[in-house]
């Protein structure tokens, strides 16, 4: 399993960046692939993920600001990211819970 993340960059405070995760390889599983993301110094946290039967479970922190979607004819799941803070510059993640694989991380800042 390869997961590719992308899409990450600068943004503004009050800006939106959408961050895409690309699956290949065998094995994968598209509904099981969430987001993490880890600031130096502290442990990797969960910020989005799919649960069972299609819903959806999200930080506290990004409830209502983020959502998680997926194309499963692309093998991609996304990561929308609106009304950013600085609180959430971060590298992000995603991982496949199914295959327990870890994409290469893409780093988002929030800074004015």
């Known amino acids: 399993v390869q997961l590719q993340a992308s899409g990450g960059g600068l943004v503004q405070p009050g800006g939106s960046l959408r961050l895409s995760c690309k699956a290949s390889?065998?094995?994968?599983?598209?509904?099981?692939i969430g987001w993490y993301r880890q600031v130096p110094g502290k442990q990797r946290e969960l910020v989005a993920t799919f649960t069972g039967g299609g819903n959806r479970k999200y930080a506290d922190s990004v409830k209502g600001r983020f959502t998680i979607s997926r194309d499963n004819a692309k093998n991609t799941v996304y990561l929308q990211m609106n009304s950013l803070k600085p609180e959430d510059t971060a590298v992000y993640y995603c991982?496949?819970?199914?295959?327990?694989?870890w994409g290469q991380g893409t780093l988002v800042t929030v800074s004015s």
């Open positions: 390889g065998s094995g994968f599983s598209i509904s099981g």
């Open positions: 991982y496949d819970h199914v295959a327990a694989s």
